[in-house]
């Protein structure tokens, strides 16, 4: 059983590695510039260099609390924004030209204006996540919510539920949907959280490679990348396992489990 | 007491129109229903014709034109003396069997171990032992369907509003939910309405049955079913007086399908 499991993860990690072998290879017999990019064996010695020193854990903390933060307003705010869209008309008239107009945008590109207004640092890391975050959990949130079936709210009418409680028969609905948006808010959150380290913060990851890209350490900035890589790999684990627990119920659930 | 006189359901003049993009189209005109307390009373007709939105007016659902009383009063929405059963079943998927069943009782505060009582009686009726932590999506087609009956059951409405409620069934499954439902309305001479476009479902089930007109549903014939239901089903199905009604109730209908499908006709 332990070795299936081994063989089942090298089947599915084999065209990474085959690539890795590959840049290595041409990196070995000098078709790779090392002065543009680095081998994966420069890296590898990088990074375990970069792991020993406690400088990446701390910067890689402040990032995941950016992200993280900005993710969990984001995500409130996007429910409750859903929400009131599927269940007042007059709402949904105001906000949907705002969501529809907003929605291009690249956040990014509102980030030097965050660092006018809230300085070099965390607030404007966080704006900028939170923004990125806010519409996907809106729209999907508000997908659920109208895709609730009459029959099923009418049931839940004719066995006596309070007005309160009804919000919770809609929420819960929508719950595929609210992970699904969670799901994609999360990988904004990375690039926002990044992307704005690296044009205003003095700390963080994003910080970080920027530094080591600016002085042509290429090496360690590859290394701190495999570092991102690596954790929002592993939040994004923990997202789909969370997400599978909370759904166990949904028709999804035995598909997810087979994939 | 059984009131003998006042009718459990009385359905005055209602009409009921939806707004659409081409206009407003009537589903239901003018349609007067009186339905005594403990009568097994179905609709049957067309597809289309607004059988199904008779039941949701009933249900308090839908606001309509005209007046639909219960015991005498007014209804001013859904109510928990009215349970109803849909044809999609409309569990909560998040819920398991035992919670599903509960969760009218939960809603109205009854006490835990009360809860816990009906919940394991009904799951004894139902015959879903064993299955009481599985979700909905773990459950065939029929199972799902008794669960949505004792869910209804567990708020003990005085009445049941069935929305073609083994529509969704195979044959076999359809005809063994029909037996339990039979029985328990012999058990509990409930007030039942059931809409239905199967003539023979209508026939084994009910006291009376009426007849829809196609678009814009009205009631235009009625028929009597007098039937000894202690019977088995084949000695039922076989007898004269059973398939003396269906095929009456079956030509009525065919007639109403037959002269929408003219006027639809271009």
């Given at each position: 059983m332990h070795h299936d499991l081994l063989a089942h993860a090298l089947i599915r990690a084999a065209p990474l590695l085959l690539f890795g072998i590959l840049w290595q290879a041409a990196s070995s017999v000098g078709l790779i510039n090392a002065a543009f990019l680095p081998s994966p064996a420069a890296i590898s010695v990088a990074l375990a260099d970069l792991l020993a020193g406690g400088e990446i854990g701390t910067n890689i903390f402040i990032t995941l609390f950016r992200a993280g933060a900005g993710l969990l307003l984001g995500a409130v705010c996007g429910i409750w924004l859903g929400l009131m869209m599927a269940r007042s008309l007059k709402f949904r008239a105001w906000v949907t030209p705002i969501v529809g107009g907003t929605y291009?945008?690249?956040?990014?590109?509102l980030i030097p204006l965050f660092a006018l207004w809230f300085g070099i640092g965390s607030i404007t890391a966080i704006c900028a996540v939170y923004l990125a975050c806010l519409l996907p959990m809106t729209v999907n949130t508000f997908q659920g919510v109208v895709s609730t079936p009459k029959v099923l709210t009418w049931s839940a009418d004719a066995l006596g539920t309070r007005k309160r409680q009804m919000l919770r028969i809609y929420l819960r609905h929508a719950l595929p949907d609210v992970f699904t948006g969670l799901r994609i808010a999360l990988g904004f959150s990375f690039v926002l959280a990044i992307s704005s380290e690296m044009i205003?913060?003095?700390?963080?990851i994003g910080k970080l490679v920027f530094l080591y890209g600016e002085n042509g350490a290429y090496d360690y900035m590859f290394a701190a990348i495999a570092c991102v890589i690596g954790v929002a790999f592993l939040c994004d684990r923990a997202m789909l396992a969370v997400s599978a627990w909370c759904l166990r119920?949904?028709?999804s659930a035995a598909d997810a489990r087979a994939a | 007491m059984r009131d003998l006189i006042r009718p459990k359901i009385e359905l005055r003049q209602v009409s009921k129109s939806y707004a659409t993009d081409r206009g407003a189209i009537?589903?239901?005109?003018?349609t007067d229903l009186a339905i005594a307390d403990g009568e097994f009373v179905s609709i049957v007709g067309p597809?289309?014709?607004g059988k199904s939105t008779l039941i949701y007016v009933v249900g308090g659902f839908l606001p309509a034109e005209g007046e639909v009383l219960v015991d005498g009063r007014a209804i001013t929405g859904p109510g928990t003396e009215r349970g109803v059963v849909f044809q999609e079943y409309?569990?909560?998927?998040?819920?398991?069997v035992r919670r599903n069943i509960a969760y009218g009782l939960d809603q109205q505060g009854v006490p835990a171990a009360q809860r816990k009582e009906t919940v394991d009686r009904l799951i004894g009726v139902i015959g879903l032992q064993g299955f009481?932590?599985?979700?909905?999506?773990?459950?065939s087609g029929g199972m799902k369907q008794r669960v949505a009956i004792a869910r209804t059951l567990a708020c003990e409405p005085a009445i049941l509003l069935l929305d073609e409620?083994?529509?969704?069934?195979d044959a076999q499954t359809r005809e063994i939910m029909q037996d339990e439902l039979l029985r328990l309305w012999l058990e509990s001479r409930k007030t039942v309405l059931m809409v239905t476009h199967d003539v023979t479902e209508a026939v084994y089930l009910s006291n009376r049955i009426c007849v829809m007109s196609a678009?814009?549903?009205?009631?235009?014939e009625e028929f009597r079913v007098e039937l000894d239901?202690?019977?088995?089903r084949e000695e039922i199905f076989l007898s004269d007086a059973f398939n003396r009604v269906r095929n009456q109730v079956w030509l009525s209908v065919r007639k109403q399908a037959l002269a929408a499908e003219s006027r639809n006709a271009p």
């Amino acid at each position: 059983m332990h070795h299936d499991l081994l063989a089942h993860a090298l089947i599915r990690a084999a065209p990474l590695l085959l690539f890795g072998i590959l840049w290595q290879a041409a990196s070995s017999v000098g078709l790779i510039n090392a002065a543009f990019l680095p081998s994966p064996a420069a890296i590898s010695v990088a990074l375990a260099d970069l792991l020993a020193g406690g400088e990446i854990g701390t910067n890689i903390f402040i990032t995941l609390f950016r992200a993280g933060a900005g993710l969990l307003l984001g995500a409130v705010c996007g429910i409750w924004l859903g929400l009131m869209m599927a269940r007042s008309l007059k709402f949904r008239a105001w906000v949907t030209p705002i969501v529809g107009g907003t929605y291009s945008l690249p956040k990014s590109a509102l980030i030097p204006l965050f660092a006018l207004w809230f300085g070099i640092g965390s607030i404007t890391a966080i704006c900028a996540v939170y923004l990125a975050c806010l519409l996907p959990m809106t729209v999907n949130t508000f997908q659920g919510v109208v895709s609730t079936p009459k029959v099923l709210t009418w049931s839940a009418d004719a066995l006596g539920t309070r007005k309160r409680q009804m919000l919770r028969i809609y929420l819960r609905h929508a719950l595929p949907d609210v992970f699904t948006g969670l799901r994609i808010a999360l990988g904004f959150s990375f690039v926002l959280a990044i992307s704005s380290e690296m044009i205003a913060s003095t700390s963080g990851i994003g910080k970080l490679v920027f530094l080591y890209g600016e002085n042509g350490a290429y090496d360690y900035m590859f290394a701190a990348i495999a570092c991102v890589i690596g954790v929002a790999f592993l939040c994004d684990r923990a997202m789909l396992a969370v997400s599978a627990w909370c759904l166990r119920w949904h028709e999804s659930a035995a598909d997810a489990r087979a994939a | 007491m059984r009131d003998l006189i006042r009718p459990k359901i009385e359905l005055r003049q209602v009409s009921k129109s939806y707004a659409t993009d081409r206009g407003a189209i009537l589903a239901l005109r003018d349609t007067d229903l009186a339905i005594a307390d403990g009568e097994f009373v179905s609709i049957v007709g067309p597809s289309g014709c607004g059988k199904s939105t008779l039941i949701y007016v009933v249900g308090g659902f839908l606001p309509a034109e005209g007046e639909v009383l219960v015991d005498g009063r007014a209804i001013t929405g859904p109510g928990t003396e009215r349970g109803v059963v849909f044809q999609e079943y409309a569990l909560f998927p998040w819920f398991t069997v035992r919670r599903n069943i509960a969760y009218g009782l939960d809603q109205q505060g009854v006490p835990a171990a009360q809860r816990k009582e009906t919940v394991d009686r009904l799951i004894g009726v139902i015959g879903l032992q064993g299955f009481e932590d599985r979700f909905p999506r773990e459950l065939s087609g029929g199972m799902k369907q008794r669960v949505a009956i004792a869910r209804t059951l567990a708020c003990e409405p005085a009445i049941l509003l069935l929305d073609e409620p083994f529509g969704a069934l195979d044959a076999q499954t359809r005809e063994i939910m029909q037996d339990e439902l039979l029985r328990l309305w012999l058990e509990s001479r409930k007030t039942v309405l059931m809409v239905t476009h199967d003539v023979t479902e209508a026939v084994y089930l009910s006291n009376r049955i009426c007849v829809m007109s196609a678009r814009p549903g009205r009631l235009v014939e009625e028929f009597r079913v007098e039937l000894d239901r202690a019977k088995p089903r084949e000695e039922i199905f076989l007898s004269d007086a059973f398939n003396r009604v269906r095929n009456q109730v079956w030509l009525s209908v065919r007639k109403q399908a037959l002269a929408a499908e003219s006027r639809n006709a271009p």
